[in-house]
């Protein structure tokens, strides 16, 4: 389906508008003033217009079907139009089947989804950083328990198999342990990753909140996702105002509606996989302090 965005930008101080073409579910071209096609045009007037945010939702492994549906469609309302979630293992060969078993979990998902691989760092081989490389996952999440679990770690070898492909591998501390006490092992997992040259993402993923650009350009879901140019998906949020508040009502996800204030049908199964060719493809230092 082809259409036409009309986005004011009011909030500038302008009475300027961007035209964004939507095209095979991406955004085809962007043009500053209206654009003059034989195409439906849509008028953003009286909404606010932003990219879809992208969330973490890293521990679906424990849930069942429906509660990561029900998860999923809660993100999904306040503004997620695509998840990065991880498939637990604990040895190589399970990874292909976990793999699939998460996604059959994400099988409804009305939004976009991005899988990784979560397990202790004992156990993390050259091998499955090659697999990593082999399959293109873009990360490993890395489950801890004490920091000294990472400094066992022989990561010359493990930045040596993660070459040229560049695997984004970052730590996740126990929710339990106090908050100064994570930041001290998050600051030495900082210098150890940076002497050690391997790609990571400089704090622990908060499933609260949606990841910020540089995490994105790091993990390389950037420039897929996260903006509204040309070239990206058609991945958007309408907000309207209410009070002081803004709210939600509507979310796009590559040119479709899949959540609308005003409906309840949330396009099951219309989400698909992201698969993401090369992280760090603007050039992110391998430790993202931006």
Not at 157 to 185: M, S
């Amino acid at each position: 389906m082809r259409y036409i965005i009309e986005r004011p930008l009011e909030s500038l101080g302008t009475n300027t508008v961007l035209s964004y073409l939507v095209d095979s579910q991406k955004i085809s071209y962007v043009s500053q003033g209206p654009l003059r096609m034989n195409v439906m045009k849509m008028s953003m007037h009286g909404f606010k217009m932003i990219p879809g945010h992208i969330t973490p939702l890293m521990s679906i492994n424990k849930m069942t079907v429906e509660d990561v549906r029900r998860q999923v469609d809660e993100k999904t309302q306040r503004g997620t139009t695509t998840i990065l979630t991880s498939a637990r293992i604990d040895f190589l060969h399970e990874a292909d089947h976990e793999l699939k078993r998460t996604r059959h979990q994400l099988i409804s998902s009305s939004i976009d989804y991005c899988i990784g691989l979560s397990l202790s760092p004992e156990k993390i081989t050259p091998n499955i950083v090659r697999y990593c490389k082999q399959k293109k996952i873009p990360f490993i999440e890395l489950i801890c328990d004490d920091f000294s679990q990472l400094t066992r770690v022989v990561w010359e070898r493990i930045r040596e198999a993660n070459f040229p492909y560049g695997t984004v591998i970052f730590p996740k501390f126990p929710f339990d342990i106090e908050d100064k006490k994570k930041k001290i092992w998050q600051k030495k997992w900082n210098e150890l990753s940076a002497n050690m040259q391997i790609p990571t993402l400089y704090r622990e993923l908060n499933e609260d909140e949606p990841l910020p650009l540089p995490f994105l350009k790091m993990l390389g879901i950037y420039p897929q996702k996260g903006g509204l140019f040309s070239g990206s998906d058609a991945d958007y949020c309408l907000l309207s105002k209410e009070g002081m508040e803004e709210k939600v009502m509507s979310v796009i996800v590559r040119g479709t509606v899949v959540h609308s204030a005003n409906i309840l049908d949330y396009k099951k199964g219309y989400g698909k996989e992201i698969m993401i060719p090369q992280p760090r493809r603007f050039g992110e230092s391998p430790v993202s302090h931006v």
